[in-house]
Each structure stands twice: as C-alpha cells, then as structure tokens.
C-alpha cells in the first residue's frame, strides 16, 4: 500500500477525515498521523535485518584509472581527484597495461602524482593504474543505497576468494604499531571511511552485504529513500506491522490507554522477524553428530 492508502485506511478507522492527499494536506490530523508513521517506519527497520532492506555491495578495491597525458616520473589523470586523505607517499602505482610498478613522491595536485619511476611512456595518454591505498573512501560512496549498517561475516575479497575479517579500533592500532602484513587482510570503519590494512592490491572485487536505511520506495519501485516525499511512496516494510505501529503511537499521542494495542504489536514484530528470509533448518537429533569429512587448507603460503 501507498502512503496516501494506509493514511485513508487509518483515518476512516479513528474516525476523521479520510483525505485525498496526504503530502498536500493542511489537516494537523493527517499530518500528525504521516509524522507517526514515519517515526514506526524509522523504528521499525531498526528492530532486525530485514531481508527486504538487505543489499550486496561491489567495492573494487585502490584507486584506478586511466591516465590523460603522459608525463616523465609522473601521473596525470584530469579525471581524478587525488587527495591527500585517501593517497599518501609511499604508496604503489602500478601501470596494469605493463605491470611495471613504481611509487609516490608528492602529490603536486587533484589530478598530477611524482612517481618515483617513468612508468607511463608508452602511449601519450590512455593507459590503465592502480594505486594501492589502505583508505578505500567513503562507505556511502561504497555501499550507495542509503548504508545502515555491514552484516556480520559478509566481506569478502572474491579475486583471492579469502573473507576480510573485522576488527576494532584496538585491534587497528596494534596492527598499525606492530606493523603486521598479512596474509589476511582486516578491515574496519572509521570517519566513515573503510580502513583496510595490509594495504590492498588495487584492483580486486570486494563484496559484502550491508542493511539499508531506506524502508521505502517511490511509487515506481525505482528509488529507495528513508522519508516520504510523495503520496504513493511504498513502504518495504510488513504493512500490517507498520499499521499495528501507526495504532499504539497514534493512541498514546492522543493520551488514550494503548498498552494491549502496544503488546499485540510487539507479538507482531517479534513474529515478522522470526519468519523474516531464509531459515537454516534446526536438526535437534544425533543423526549427524559424528564428524564429517571435510577439507582443510591453509590461511596462506600456497604452492600453486
């Protein structure tokens, strides 16, 4: 259902005017009524994982490119923004076209690097780099559909088909101090941006899933997005659950007894929640509880 239906269904079941719009409206009745029911929505998409507010996220991992003009011991890409928060001296630029690797001496502007070596010589534009930074950049840039929150246990670097693991910020400066370089790389966020350490190989997927903030759509189902701003926006969310919601808060707004209309409601997430996605089977008996044959491997130092 739209806003402007679940609004009519909700005033013609508290007996006021049901209207014919919802985002034009001057009635304070129906305009108390949509702050509620953004406030349940916002509320609401909090309570767990939504399967329906769950998106996949495609990181390639560095800073890539292609290079604009040819320059001795330098790098030139009109189309970058080279900055000093996500590259830093030191760090590796490698020409993919050649493989030939060289490193950072300055950062003279948005879009010149000094590299320590003439890599970029053969053509005089239009060849492929890589810069490995341990800042990947903004999150929201990442996972572009309004970013809550990563799921646990979801990062994973498909190139080298091995997880990220996750660690905190005392975890991070440990790393940092003691210098640790792998094999495996450890991710966290911090100012919004996602750290990783070793420094990653540009270039690499990544992939993850994260939960949304948006809980609805707009009429067409093309844009997610967290508050309403049409009449037929759609919410994700179970309506039943939303107007359950809608009912105790509208009730205690009002300053009338909602405490059943309160628990009935709660049942209601708790029941949405448990039925919510895919479940793994439960096996309670000891059918299978000798072990099984498996494969192990090594974390790293492969003979390939």
Known sequence: MSLLTIVQRFAEEVNV?????????????????????????????????????????IHTTGINGTTTLTITDGLIDNTATFTDGLIQVGNTVTNKDTSVTSTVTSINNDTYLSLADDIFQGLSAGENYGINVEDQGSIDSIATNGFNYIRNDTIWDRSLRLPVYVIDATDWQQVKAVAVT????????????????PIPTAGNTWAFEYVTKNWMTDSTGATNKQYFTNDGDLPLLPETVLEAGLQWRWKKQKGLEYSEDFRTYEIMVADALSRNGLKRAVNLSQTNATPQPKIYTPEGNWNL
């Open 182 to 197: 792998g094999p495996r790389y450890q991710a966290r966020l911090r100012g919004g941006n996602l750290l990783v350490n």
């Open 17 to 57: 005017n049901s209207p014919s719009t919802v985002m034009g409206t001057t009635d304070p009745q129906i305009k108390q009524i949509k702050a509620l029911l953004q406030k349940e929505g916002d509320d609401l998409s909090r309570r767990g994982d939504w399967e329906v507010l769950v998106n996949e996220a």
